[in-house]
């Protein structure tokens, strides 16, 4: 279709703003560095955000708050530290915002989103290990809930390469044709190869060595239904990527979701993974679906993630 209209008549998605909430730590530093590089091949503008953590101590069942010239101190040096990241920023010659907010991290960076029509957040990841995994782990987690604007969690080490090799995780909901709207604009940007991977569950399988009769129909009913699924893959990955159909390629896995995917991506070298995540309610919103956590736990590579809305 003609630029800037995907051809489902809707208007292409762009990446024009994009913000990275920063704690001033080595991870939050990636975080920066990666959005530099995507903001250079997007032409956007970046937004560094920083909610500094005013303590509150409790003692005995009083709660005491330091006093103002402690949160004046915390507030400056908040102040020093946004200045200096920003220079890193202002080097690389992109256009940038540096604010300071104070509230509670998760909703911060959802109200700032908002209100700058951000299109994709950035955030670095701690380490994994002990308490600060738990910690930061929550963190990571509740923005991921809370924040309905793309994100890309970008994990220790992983900010050293561009987004060149993109795989989606792709389960044909709402959330993961999202995820390759977002996947299409940075690919759009960036260049390099597509891989769009669906995870099923192979039912046929345990009986296709039942003897001779169940076995042949089950070999011809899992056969269907990997073909269907096939042909079902390659239409939506014609459908949304309106590209060269040689330069996007699809791939069917069964078995756990999570290290199909990541089996996929070691195999063609990703450089960054998409998914969608559940608009589940209860104890499914907890677990901001399962392959999400799963691929935010251990993947090596950027996660984007991505909401159905």
Not at 158 to 174: A, L, M, Q, R, T
């Amino acid at each position: 279709g003609p630029p800037g209209i995907s051809h489902d008549g809707t208007p292409e998605m762009k990446i024009k703003q994009i913000l990275v909430p920063t704690d001033f730590s080595e991870n939050a530093q990636h975080a920066v560095d990666y959005a530099i590089e995507l903001a250079k091949s997007c032409s956007a503008k970046l937004h560094l955000l920083h909610t500094p953590v005013i303590p509150t101590y409790l003692l005995m069942d009083l709660s005491y708050s330091p006093g103002p010239e402690a949160v004046t101190r915390i507030l400056n040096d908040s102040q020093e530290a946004l200045d200096a990241q920003a220079k890193s920023i202002d080097d690389a010659g992109i256009e940038h915002f540096a604010a300071i907010r104070e509230g509670t991290v998760h909703e911060v960076i959802r109200d700032y989103a908002k209100e700058h029509d951000v299109d994709l957040v950035v955030v670095g990841t701690h380490g994994r290990t002990g308490v600060s995994k738990l910690m930061y782990g929550s963190v990571t987690e509740r923005v991921i809930k809370t924040v309905h604007t793309p994100i890309i969690v970008v994990p220790p080490g992983g900010h050293e390469k561009s987004p060149s090799c993109i795989v989606i995780s792709y389960d044909f909901s709402g959330p993961a044709k999202r995820a390759a709207e977002v996947a299409r604009a940075i690919h759009g940007m960036v260049g390099g190869s597509l891989h769009l991977v669906h995870s099923y569950l192979d039912v046929w399988g345990e009986y296709t060595d039942r003897g001779a009769v169940v076995g042949e129909a089950a070999e011809k009913r899992r056969e269907a239904l990997r073909l269907g699924l096939q042909e079902m893959l390659e239409a939506d990955a014609e459908e949304l990527f309106s590209i060269d159909p040689a330069s996007i390629q699809t791939h069917l896995v069964t078995g756990d979701p999570a290290e199909g995917i990541l089996e996929v991506a070691k195999k063609v070298a990703a450089t960054l993974i998409c998914a969608g995540t559940t608009g589940k309610s209860g104890i499914e919103r907890l677990l901001i679906g399962s392959v999400a956590r799963r691929l935010l736990h251990d993947s090596q590579v950027p996660l984007l993630l991505t909401h159905g809305d």
